[in-house]
């Protein structure tokens, strides 16, 4: 990666002083700090290079004091900008300097001077924006360059006509609506900037410019993208580069590695080129191997433009694994465990306060053992997937929601679609990014089945999940993609595949936790499970990761998202909490957790199996009550001592014959009572019970007990509750909970509790 790195350490260009009255801005007071708050620089914040997959040395970085002003929506340009805001922060933000509520009545204006470095005479120059949310408009001395609709995709303009030769004017006005209009918000809603109750699961909008603004020095003809997809069954990088002004001009893409060329090809732009990588270093999560590329445009002999890239080799698609279809990674089935990553900041709001914070999240997924992350209802920067190639964390990106509860009209589906695809253009060479989400929980749904079709052929190198929470909240399933994918709170729940889709959890745990003084409203947080202590929690969250293990990844499910990596707003269900400072859970616990986890899908344990048809008693194993037995009497489950001298009666009610789990699932059965045929096992309330089968789906499901695996003996979860297990407590049996709130819950010897011996019957 040294030809990359050195791009991207590029030093920034002058391009001449920021706004005279910069000296005199200053930050308003973030609601809560994170530990990279006060390490924003005023004058060019966040310095780095922003486009790592298409590099060039020379650049110039416009962020800094900007002056600004707001204006009535339909308002030209003001006479005045009589405030300083800090770019790429949002004006709702405190790291803007503004921090105040925009609304649909508002326009946004910047404006600040550059002059163009005198070395990059003879070359175009070109002004972009990583992005602005949402309608942009932009002046370069006067001249209108263009109008820009879209909050989450990059965009620029060729500014060489409008430059003067000295101190050129940036002038920029954006409108955003947010909710109130029809394009894409995401979890945006125009909302009190400073902390306050309620907000739910929706947060504060971001208006404006937030991501980096830059100027660049071009050839007349340039390149503008590279499109890289790996190809395994060939061992070759496919690359087309796209260029404008290349009449006349070829193309050729070097891959190299540890600074040695492993591959050329040479060939149209525009079409795509072949690059040989013979005997590929694949890229993994465990592995995250990137190759340099560079592209070269050529006239003849000479070289009139070069960019730098980078590429990762790996493949992504469906396949029948043990005749279950599951996402396989470079042709192997490895389960996916991600979080839910919505991406706001207390100080910066939509944007990191730098280039590390941006980092930091991602690296708190892989010190979790995380292997992947669900970009929720936002696009992050192209340094956020630089990072994400690097360090390895699969992706899913969902393409932002447009506002809950609304039929978007046909302008709106246009805007939106076109987003989209100018998303998936911006990012389809990230080998991180392995699946788009195109729709969640039937927020602004239409067309899902055509939608997902549209994304298929547009990126068919990737998966498409046609909607996020198909069980969910109204939701409509186009009935296509690749994946069925529910959300479960607190779950896991017991999604299983189809005969042509994958299953995946794209949403579940929400387990909450307050930790006083990082609170963003104290007081106010809320959560889909309280929990009372950080030991409740961790028991709690690993139990959800073993039992994702145990019995979900045996029935045919293939990935899971919790909610969420960290706490926002008044969500109080991160694993870290807003600001970054605390992290909940005990971290080498669920590292552990999520690496069995993984690792059992790499290498399955043998299902367990028990006799069918057949009687047997079930033996307690916790130390020093092991001649106890489950046992059934007056119609409620307990333990007792059951030995060779006990009565007939009591021996009878100690022994089970094992049947096929009512419900149905490998390794799942059902305990019928010897003594009362007809009658089973069961849990209702909490308290497990024998009842008569009344024929009912609920009845069969709490009925239905899944085995698997435990130390010296077998655990039974329940089948519609797979969290949970038959566990013995005070001689009383419970469906019980590891990290549960419930006196039967208790952590005191649970694994030992939940364990139970298969022996012969006492009653033959």
Same mark, same amino acid.
């Given at each position: 990666?040294?030809?990359?790195?050195?791009?991207?350490?590029?030093?920034?260009?002058?391009?001449?002083?920021?706004?005279?009255?910069?000296?005199?801005?200053?930050?308003?007071?973030?609601?809560?700090?994170?530990?990279?708050?006060?390490?924003?620089?005023?004058?060019?914040?966040?310095?780095?290079?922003?486009?790592?997959?298409?590099?060039?040395?020379?650049?110039?970085?416009?962020?800094?004091?900007?002056?600004?002003?707001?204006?009535?929506?339909?308002?030209?340009?003001?006479?005045?900008?009589?405030?300083?805001?800090?770019?790429?922060?949002?004006?709702?933000?405190?790291?803007?300097?503004?921090?105040?509520?925009?609304?649909?009545?508002?326009?946004?204006?910047?404006?600040?001077?550059?002059?163009?470095?005198?070395?990059?005479?003879?070359?175009?120059?070109?002004?972009?924006?990583?992005?602005?949310?949402?309608?942009?408009?932009?002046?370069?001395?006067?001249?209108?360059?263009?109008?820009?609709?879209?909050?989450?995709?990059?965009?620029?303009?060729?500014?060489?006509?409008?430059?003067?030769?000295?101190?050129?004017?940036?002038?920029?006005?954006?409108?955003?609506?947010?909710?109130?209009?029809?394009?894409?918000?995401?979890?945006?809603?125009?909302?009190?900037?400073?902390?306050?109750?309620?907000?739910?699961?929706?947060?504060?909008?971001?208006?404006?410019?937030?991501?980096?603004?830059?100027?660049?020095?071009?050839?007349?003809?340039?390149?503008?993208?590279?499109?890289?997809?790996?190809?395994?069954?060939?061992?070759?990088?496919?690359?087309?580069?796209?260029?404008?002004?290349?009449?006349?001009?070829?193309?050729?893409?070097?891959?190299?590695?540890?600074?040695?060329?492993?591959?050329?090809?040479?060939?149209?732009?525009?079409?795509?080129?072949?690059?040989?990588?013979?005997?590929?270093?694949?890229?993994?999560?465990?592995?995250?191997?990137?190759?340099?590329?560079?592209?070269?445009?050529?006239?003849?002999?000479?070289?009139?433009?070069?960019?730098?890239?980078?590429?990762?080799?790996?493949?992504?698609?469906?396949?029948?694994?043990?005749?279950?279809?599951?996402?396989?990674?470079?042709?192997?089935?490895?389960?996916?465990?991600?979080?839910?990553?919505?991406?706001?900041?207390?100080?910066?709001?939509?944007?990191?306060?730098?280039?590390?914070?941006?980092?930091?999240?991602?690296?708190?997924?892989?010190?979790?053992?995380?292997?992947?992350?669900?970009?929720?209802?936002?696009?992050?920067?192209?340094?956020?997937?630089?990072?994400?190639?690097?360090?390895?964390?699969?992706?899913?990106?969902?393409?932002?929601?447009?506002?809950?509860?609304?039929?978007?009209?046909?302008?709106?589906?246009?805007?939106?679609?076109?987003?989209?695809?100018?998303?998936?253009?911006?990012?389809?060479?990230?080998?991180?990014?392995?699946?788009?989400?195109?729709?969640?929980?039937?927020?602004?749904?239409?067309?899902?089945?055509?939608?997902?079709?549209?994304?298929?052929?547009?990126?068919?190198?990737?998966?498409?999940?046609?909607?996020?929470?198909?069980?969910?909240?109204?939701?409509?399933?186009?009935?296509?993609?690749?994946?069925?994918?529910?959300?479960?709170?607190?779950?896991?729940?017991?999604?299983?595949?189809?005969?042509?889709?994958?299953?995946?959890?794209?949403?579940?745990?929400?387990?909450?936790?307050?930790?006083?003084?990082?609170?963003?409203?104290?007081?106010?947080?809320?959560?889909?499970?309280?929990?009372?202590?950080?030991?409740?929690?961790?028991?709690?969250?690993?139990?959800?990761?073993?039992?994702?293990?145990?019995?979900?990844?045996?029935?045919?499910?293939?990935?899971?998202?919790?909610?969420?990596?960290?706490?926002?707003?008044?969500?109080?269900?991160?694993?870290?909490?807003?600001?970054?400072?605390?992290?909940?859970?005990?971290?080498?616990?669920?590292?552990?957790?999520?690496?069995?986890?993984?690792?059992?899908?790499?290498?399955?344990?043998?299902?367990?199996?028990?006799?069918?048809?057949?009687?047997?008693?079930?033996?307690?194993?916790?130390?020093?009550?092991?001649?106890?037995?489950?046992?059934?009497?007056?119609?409620?489950?307990?333990?007792?001592?059951?030995?060779?001298?006990?009565? &007939?009666?009591?021996?009878? %009610? /100690? !022994? $089970?014959?094992? =049947?096929? #789990?009512?419900? +149905?699932?490998?390794?799942?059965? *059902?305990?019928?009572?010897?003594?009362?045929?007809?009658?089973?096992?069961?849990?209702?309330?909490?308290?497990?019970?024998?009842?008569?089968?009344?024929?009912? &789906?609920?009845?069969?499901? %709490? /009925? !239905? $007990?899944?085995? =698997?695996? #435990?130390?010296? +003996?077998?655990?039974?979860?329940? *089948?519609?509750?797979?969290?949970?297990?038959?566990?013995?407590?005070?001689?009383?049996?419970?469906?019980?909970?590891?990290?549960?709130?419930?006196?039967?819950?208790?952590?005191?010897?649970?694994? /030992?509790?939940?364990?139970?011996?298969?022996?012969?019957?006492?009653?033959?």
């Amino acid at each position: 990666m040294t030809g990359v790195l050195a791009l991207l350490a590029a030093t920034l260009v002058g391009i001449g002083s920021a706004p005279a009255r910069a000296a005199a801005w200053s930050p308003k007071p973030s609601p809560m700090t994170t530990p990279w708050t006060s390490q924003v620089p005023v004058d060019q914040p966040l310095p780095e290079y922003p486009r790592p997959q298409l590099t060039r040395p020379d650049w110039a970085n416009l962020n800094g004091i900007w002056d600004f002003a707001v204006t009535g929506r339909d308002a030209g340009r003001p006479a005045s900008f009589t405030e300083q805001i800090r770019v790429p922060f949002v004006a709702e933000s405190a790291l803007s300097g503004i921090q105040r509520k925009i609304t649909e009545n508002d326009k946004l204006w910047y404006k600040r001077t550059f002059t163009v470095p005198s070395n990059w005479d003879g070359r175009r120059v070109q002004l972009n924006f990583g992005a602005s949310d949402w309608q942009t408009t932009v002046w370069v001395n006067d001249q209108q360059l263009g109008v820009h609709k879209g909050g989450y995709d990059s965009f620029g303009y060729d500014i060489t006509p409008q430059l003067n030769g000295g101190t050129n004017t940036v002038v920029v006005s954006v409108y955003d609506p947010t909710q109130t209009g029809g394009q894409a918000v995401g979890k945006q809603r125009v909302n009190d900037v400073l902390p306050h109750t309620g907000g739910g699961i929706f947060y504060t909008a971001a208006s404006g410019i937030w991501q980096t603004v830059w100027l660049e020095p071009v050839a007349a003809a340039h390149i503008t993208r590279l499109d890289m997809t790996p190809d395994l069954a060939n061992s070759t990088l496919r690359v087309k580069v796209q260029g404008t002004g290349v009449s006349g001009r070829s193309a050729r893409v070097t891959v190299s590695a540890g600074g040695a060329v492993v591959g050329t090809a040479t060939g149209a732009v525009g079409a795509e080129l072949a690059v040989p990588v013979p005997g590929p270093h694949l890229w993994t999560p465990d592995d995250p191997f990137l190759y340099d590329v560079r592209a070269d445009l050529t006239a003849g002999s000479s070289t009139v433009d070069s960019v730098g890239g980078y590429a990762g080799m790996r493949s992504i698609a469906i396949a029948r694994v043990n005749n279950v279809l599951r996402p396989v990674l470079n042709g192997k089935f490895v389960f996916q465990s991600g979080t839910l990553d919505q991406g706001y900041w207390p100080d910066g709001i939509y944007t990191a306060p730098t280039d590390a914070a941006l980092k930091s999240d991602l690296q708190a997924h892989k010190d979790l053992g995380f292997n992947m992350v669900r970009k929720h209802i936002k696009v992050e920067p192209q340094r956020w997937f630089y990072w994400a190639d690097k360090l390895g964390l699969l992706v899913w990106q969902d393409m932002p929601a447009m506002d809950t509860g609304k039929s978007p009209d046909s302008a709106a589906r246009t805007q939106w679609e076109a987003e989209y695809h100018a998303i998936i253009d911006q990012h389809r060479s990230s080998p991180a990014l392995i699946q788009w989400v195109n729709e969640n929980e039937g927020w602004g749904q239409y067309d899902q089945a055509r939608i997902a079709n549209d994304v298929k052929a547009y990126d068919p190198s990737r998966l498409v999940d046609n909607m996020s929470g198909v069980n969910c909240c109204g939701s409509v399933d186009g009935g296509n993609g690749d994946v069925v994918d529910e959300h479960v709170y607190v779950g896991p729940g017991t999604t299983v595949p189809t005969g042509t889709r994958a299953a995946v959890l794209g949403e579940f745990g929400g387990l909450g936790f307050r930790v006083a003084g990082h609170e963003w409203f104290p007081g106010g947080g809320f959560s889909y499970e309280d929990q009372p202590n950080t030991a409740t929690l961790n028991d709690r969250f690993t139990g959800l990761l073993d039992a994702l293990r145990l019995s979900r990844l045996p029935a045919g499910l293939s990935a899971s998202v919790y909610t969420e990596i960290t706490d926002v707003e008044n969500e109080v269900n991160g694993l870290l909490t807003y600001d970054r400072q605390v992290v909940k859970v005990d971290t080498a616990r669920v590292k552990a957790a999520n690496q069995a986890l993984i690792q059992a899908s790499q290498n399955p344990p043998a299902p367990v199996t028990l006799p069918t048809n057949a009687y047997r008693s079930l033996r307690v194993t916790t130390p020093g009550f092991t001649n106890k037995y489950l046992r059934h009497y007056d119609g409620l489950a307990s333990t007792e001592v059951v030995d060779s001298a006990s009565a &007939a009666l009591l021996k009878s %009610d /100690a !022994t $089970w014959k094992i =049947v096929p #789990g009512l419900a +149905g699932g490998a390794s799942c059965y *059902s305990l019928e009572s010897r003594n009362y045929p007809g009658e089973y096992l069961r849990h209702q309330n909490f308290r497990v019970r024998r009842d008569p089968n009344d024929g009912s &789906a609920v009845f069969r499901a %709490d /009925a !239905t $007990w899944c085995a =698997v695996a #435990g130390s010296g +003996g077998v655990r039974f979860s329940a *089948s519609n509750f797979p969290e949970s297990y038959l566990r013995h407590i005070n001689s009383e049996v419970w469906l019980a909970t590891p990290g549960g709130g419930h006196a039967w819950d208790d952590a005191t010897s649970f694994t /030992a509790d939940s364990t139970w011996s298969v022996e012969a019957p006492w009653a033959p």
